[in-house]
């Protein structure tokens, strides 16, 4: 997952800004694999159950299926008469509303299995959610997502949609608002306006064709209400992404290259940054997408840096403002003894901003010195699984050994 802290542009104040950061898709998103191929059969009842037992999956799956329906052919009524409630209503009614915004393309809608009984007779299930948006991908999402039901004279209706341990797609949450442009896509939840993410993600694409001229690809942007909706559109534990501006990751939390990408915002810090701020978080991510880093292995300085590098590339800032916290960070404890991996990337560290601003450095020395088209060729071949050692020698002259002791140079003066 590739993700970036907010590090707002607050030099006229004199405060620190937050600042842009990509956390890596491998450090968080856990191997998916083939687990929809697990789920190919259709759910069988248990035969020690009742009449009325056995009865209640296959009246949901007949539910689930009346909700494809209804979002396929953007029937809202039919889509809210399977609530339970005025909430469930309301839910149901929204997400129809949301897949005809959307577009969306392949919907399938399987009920999978169930997982938790309730003692009134509700229960909570999994439901397999296949989708595609149209005109940005070729490939389906998919996620598994928790419902809740319930038996109700003789048909099954629906109590919730979303929460447990699975995924949460923005779309299935509540009412959205859709901003569209050339190759870009925002979904904007909780009342939020679209129109300056959109605005943010059209000038994103622009920056990354600068520097990625051959990338064609689309840009799709959720933004949900709060980040508890965040944590749960990524399953993630609460808290993970507290002061993370933004994250990018494969709608299915998988490492399969086909797998559809999406930057996700957290608004709760993205909206706290400045103008300049907010592109430059914005074009951080779309370098993500555009580099397919969400689904690559490559060495973390490298994937952070090469993105802020081609996000700050045309930015007219000091060097206190873009690297002010390395800055400080050196002068107080000298510079790092080593690129920083792994554990200098966790979104719980204390000077995670520092971090990626010192990656970001690695990667403006490697231009200055063999030229920006050969960083961005030491970033494919080393995408493409050729080892850093080599690539390095080849595309800059310079070892790993060289490149950590000029970087520490370089560090070294900017703090003096």
């Known amino acids: 997952m590739r993700s970036a802290l907010a590090d707002p542009h607050r030099a006229e104040a004199g405060r620190p800004r937050w600042w842009v950061a990509g956390l890596s898709l491998f450090l968080?998103?856990?191997l998916a694999g083939a687990w929809w191929l697990?789920?190919?059969q259709?759910?069988?009842?248990?035969?020690d159950r009742t009449d009325g037992e056995r009865s209640a999956?296959?009246?949901a799956a007949e539910a689930v299926e009346r909700l494809e329906r209804a979002i396929e052919g953007g029937d809202t009524p039919a889509g809210a008469v399977l609530g339970a409630d005025d909430a469930a209503r309301a839910l149901l009614s929204a997400v129809v509303d949301n897949g005809v915004a959307l577009r969306l393309r392949d919907l399938d809608l399987r009920y999978v299995d169930e997982a938790a009984a309730g003692a009134d007779g509700s229960w909570q299930a999994a439901v397999e959610v296949r989708w595609r948006l149209a005109g940005l991908y070729r490939?389906?999402?998919r996620s598994e997502v928790t419902f809740g039901f319930r038996l109700h004279e003789g048909r099954v209706l629906v109590t919730s949609v979303g929460g447990g341990d699975g995924r949460t797609p923005l779309w299935f949450t509540g009412p959205l608002e859709v901003g569209r442009g050339p190759g870009t896509l925002v979904l904007a939840a909780g009342g939020e306006s679209p129109d300056r993410y959109a605005a943010w993600a059209r000038r994103a694409v622009t920056v990354v064709r600068r520097v990625l001229p051959g990338w064609r690809g689309g840009l799709v942007v959720e933004v949900p209400a709060d980040p508890g909706q965040l944590h749960e559109a990524l399953a993630a534990a609460p808290g993970t992404y507290d002061g993370i501006a933004a994250v990018t990751t494969s709608v299915d939390g998988s490492l399969a290259p086909e797998a559809p990408v999406h930057v996700f915002v957290n608004p709760a810090v993205f909206g706290g940054l400045r103008p300049t701020g907010a592109q430059v978080v914005m074009s951080h991510e779309a370098v993500h997408v555009a580099t397919?880093?969400?689904q690559a292995v490559l060495p973390l300085w490298l994937a952070e840096g090469f993105a802020d590098y081609v996000a700050l590339r045309d930015v007219d800032l000091p060097l206190r403002t873009t690297a002010g916290q390395i800055i400080e960070?050196?002068?107080?404890d000298g510079p790092p003894a080593a690129l920083p991996g792994p554990a200098e990337f966790e979104t719980t560290r204390s000077h995670l901003g520092a971090t990626y601003e010192a990656a970001w450095q690695a990667c403006v020395l490697l231009a200055e010195r063999a030229g920006e088209q050969a960083l961005v060729g030491l970033y494919r071949r080393v995408e493409g699984g050729e080892p850093l050692g080599r690539v390095l020698r080849d595309e800059t002259g310079l070892t790993e050994a060289d490149l950590t002791r000029l970087w520490q140079e370089r560090l070294r003066d900017l703090a003096g």
Do not use: K, W
């Open 42 to 47: 259709p759910y069988v009842a248990p035969g």
């Open 329 to 332: 960070q050196v002068r107080r």
């Open 139 to 141: 490939t389906a999402a």
């Open 28 to 30: 968080v998103a856990v």
């Open 292 to 294: 397919g880093a969400a």
């Open 38 to 40: 697990q789920r190919e």
């Open 57 to 59: 999956p296959a009246l």
